[in-house]
């Protein structure tokens, strides 16, 4: 382990314990980081650090991380030399590539893993050994949230949430996921401007809000044309926005006279006056509307043309990259490692490619739930070998029982970990990965338009970082040119080379080098990145793949066709402070504060299945069942007849019972909030 004896050393860097990247000081003592501290300079956190932030230290220090290379013999695990890891792996890619075609490996880059360099080396990899197949964890967060966005203003917008008179949290809860965001909203709110947050049960930011609005889950599509009409009707609108700008506004306008206050009462439970006084509020605080829209949006059958009909109200409203408004980032230009470009390789068949094409256009990102059904059944192609990092799907990705007999039976799977996880206990190699901590990484904020570089701070000695991994198996199968860079500090140079800031220019400063000033109306100047130029209420690229050209609202399945063997309605995947994902349980102090997962149940259900809280339940969908104990929560929380279940629990593993194979048509995002499910008191319990 580097580093020097005696005194205490300080590094600056980026948390990366979450995805959010806060400034952060590190504090090494005889080779040994101590501690960890918020970086008070640093634009985005200004010296805060959240619970998580402060676990770097339990996470790098951990003694139950795995610090040698595994492989798996008969059954038992068996510590190796990494060469000789690395060369037997090398030695079943080339027999794989041989027998089945090269198409037959994948790569999974998994949600610890950074967004940039990390993910595209892994990007990289797998077109230079000539497969398409880059799956991530990505086939379920963000993306569908981005498609939706995206389909409608040709990108991502962040929110000028400080400046703003109207800051709308639609199913999202910041407190939790984005602690440091939160001060931006709650920065906002203290100026003046409202709060108001969307969201299916009384979460910690609708807790702090002007206006909480409860909605069923899955019904946001209907609110977000109710406000439309509303907003038409009230003639509270951007005629300038919309006649320069937009494509579609009155065949959209027309859609959305069908959602009449009374009928978005019926599709979503909000009551038709509140709905009215919604779209008024909001209204009254154009163009300085925030809307942020959240991962609750994203896991129902419906997402993508939900989260347009959010995006759409953009466009009334002309907040569009406004000051207080949602805001386009421009991005650093940094040069992209991925091999698309360069070695296109979509004639290969990338898995989930046929079936979601908008996912692939948009992200070049295989679909994961595709993935096991074709690990499983050969077809369209065999896939035989993977190589994973920074992910646990064997928790995390809808329908275990299905994920586990993929990922068992694959001839080669190859897991890099801090810790012997589920996903891990299935693999044939597991290598140590190298923490944040351990290796240097570019990482940009689009909200501040800043740019940072993380240091390596200290090592391991079989942890290879990313970057030196990916080389290594490179050039055991002979593509090492693609990975000519001799260590981690040259790649970054490479990187940075188009840019006119050097590396030099990031380590003097920590708190993030701001590469662009904000520059807001960039709409004027320039076309929108979409198709026509313009912002899109009607899409004609979708209609080209056979959907439909409007956000048309769907309800969800529980609504339509409701199952009477499955009365209540699940939502999964509440973010909780101190867990992200399946992470940390292995610490104590998360264990202390948050000890085991429950089941949010409303009062009044409670009382029908005559539980209370601790009592255990069995709780079954069409995929499987699981059991988990109660929690009844205070009648305002939720709503009659919807629960909720946080995922990443060994012990209540709610993935046990969330749908591979029911798929937004467009994303293919799976349905893990809008579960129909049926609940039952314990037997055992019953008869204690
Ligand atoms: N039911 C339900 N399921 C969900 C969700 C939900 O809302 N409901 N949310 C989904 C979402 S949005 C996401 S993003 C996914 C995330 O799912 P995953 O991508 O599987 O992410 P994690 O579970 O956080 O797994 C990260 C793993 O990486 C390891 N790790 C940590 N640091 C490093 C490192 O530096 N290097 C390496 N090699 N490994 C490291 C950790 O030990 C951990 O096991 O979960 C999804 N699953
Ligand atoms: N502590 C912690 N932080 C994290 C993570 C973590 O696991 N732990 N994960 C990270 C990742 S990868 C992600 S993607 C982000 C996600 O971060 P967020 O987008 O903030 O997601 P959540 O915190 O789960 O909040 C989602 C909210 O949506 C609500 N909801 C569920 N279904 C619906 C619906 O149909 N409609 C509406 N309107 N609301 C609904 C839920 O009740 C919940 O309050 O968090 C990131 N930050
Ligand atoms: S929000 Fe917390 S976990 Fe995430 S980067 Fe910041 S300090 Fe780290
Ligand atoms: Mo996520």
Redesign the pocket.
């Known amino acids: 382990m580097a580093g020097s004896s005696g005194e205490k050393k300080h590094y600056t860097s980026m948390c990366?314990m979450c995805d959010n990247r806060c400034g952060i000081n590190v504090y090494v003592e005889n080779g040994r980081i101590v501690e960890i501290t918020g970086l008070k300079e640093h634009k985005w956190n200004h010296g805060r650090l959240c619970v998580k932030g402060r676990l770097g230290v339990d996470?790098v220090n951990a003694p139950d991380r795995i610090l040698k290379p595994l492989k798996r013999v008969g059954g038992k695990w068996v510590e190796i030399d990494l060469d000789q890891a690395y060369d037997e792996i090398a030695e079943k890619i080339k027999k794989i590539q041989a027998t089945w075609g090269n198409r037959a490996m994948g790569v999974w880059?998994?949600?610890?893993?950074g967004f940039l360099t990390q993910e595209q080396l892994s990007r990289r990899f797998i077109h230079a050994i000539g497969s398409p197949n880059y799956f991530?964890?990505?086939s379920?967060?963000?993306v569908s949230r981005w498609i939706g966005y995206a389909l409608v203003t040709g990108d991502w917008a962040t929110q000028d949430f400080i400046n703003s008179d109207c800051a709308v949290i639609w199913g999202s809860n910041p407190p939790y996921s984005q602690p440091n965001l939160t001060q931006s909203i709650l920065k906002g709110r203290k100026n003046g401007g409202k709060l108001i947050v969307i969201d299916v049960r009384l979460s910690a930011i609708a807790r702090q809000a002007d206006e909480f609005i409860q909605i069923l889950p899955g019904t946001d599509g209907a609110l977000a044309l109710g406000i439309a009409r509303q907003l038409i009707e009230d003639n509270t609108i951007c005629h300038t926005f919309i006649e320069k700008y937009t494509l579609g506004y009155k065949a959209y306008a027309h859609y959305a006279k069908e959602f009449t206050p009374e009928r978005v009462e019926k599709e979503t439970g909000i009551p038709a006056e509140t709905v009215v006084q919604l779209a008024r509020l909001i209204g009254s605080c154009r163009p300085r509307v925030c809307i942020y829209a959240g991962?609750g949006l994203?896991?129902h059958e419906n997402g993508i043309n939900n989260i347009r009909a959010i995006a759409c109200l953009d466009g009334l409203l002309g907040n569009l990259d406004e000051v207080g408004g949602n805001f386009t980032a421009e991005r650093p230009n940094l040069r992209n490692l991925a091999l698309y470009k360069e070695k296109p390789l979509r004639h290969l068949g990338p898995i989930g490619a046929d079936k979601f094409p908008v996912l692939y256009d948009f992200r070049q990102e295989c679909h994961t739930m595709s993935l096991m059904d074709t690990i499983l059944s050969g077809t369209p192609y065999p896939l035989k070998g993977m190589i994973l990092?920074?992910?646990?799907?064997a928790?995390?990705?809808?329908n275990t029982p299905k994920v586990i007999r993929a990922l068992k039976s694959l001839d080669l799977f190859v897991?890099?970990?801090?810790?012997m996880?589920e996903?891990?206990e299935l693999a044939d190699y597991v290598l140590p990965?190298?923490?944040?901590l351990?290796?240097s990484e570019l990482h940009y904020h689009p909200i501040h338009q800043i740019i940072g570089l993380s240091p390596e701070i200290v090592t391991f000695p079989d942890c290879d970082n990313?970057y030196i991994f990916w080389k290594k198996l490179a050039s055991r199968l002979g593509v090492e040119d693609y990975f000519p860079w001799e260590d981690k500090d040259a790649l970054n140079k490479w990187i940075l080379k188009d840019t006119g800031i050097t590396v030099e220019k990031l380590f003097n400063h920590p708190e993030g080098y701001e590469y662009k000033p904000r520059h807001f109306h960039k709409y004027k100047e320039k076309e929108l990145p979409t198709p026509s130029g313009k912002f899109e209420f009607v899409s004609s690229y979708l209609k080209e793949y056979g959907y439909p050209c409007l956000p048309e609202y769907i309800p969800p399945t529980y609504m339509s066709e409701p199952d009477p063997s499955h009365p209540y309605i699940l939502v999964?995947?509440?973010?909780k402070v101190f867990y992200?994902?399946?992470?940390n349980r292995n610490f104590k102090r998360c264990r202390t504060a948050i000890p085991g997962p429950d089941i949010e149940i409303h009062p009044i259900d409670a009382e029908k299945l005559e539980v209370k809280t601790g009592d255990m339940v069995t709780v079954t969908s069409t995929v499987g069942s699981m059991d988990i104990p109660v929690k009844v929560v205070h009648s305002s929380n939720i709503l009659p007849g919807v629960t909720q279940?946080?995922?990443?629990w060994k012990e209540s593993n709610?993935?046990l019972i969330?749908h591979d194979d029911r798929n937004d048509p467009i994303s293919g995002f799976p349905l893990?909030?809008s579960v129909e499910v049926k609940i039952e008191r314990k037997a055992d319990e019953v008869n204690k």
């Open positions: 990366r996470l880059k998994g949600e610890a893993l991530s964890n990505d379920q967060c963000f991962n994203e896991h990092g920074g992910a646990n799907p928790l995390t990705n809808p897991v890099r970990e801090i810790f996880t996903t891990a990965g190298a923490t944040y351990e290796q990313e999964t995947g509440a973010r992200t994902h399946g992470r279940i946080t995922h990443g709610v993935n969330t893990m909030k």
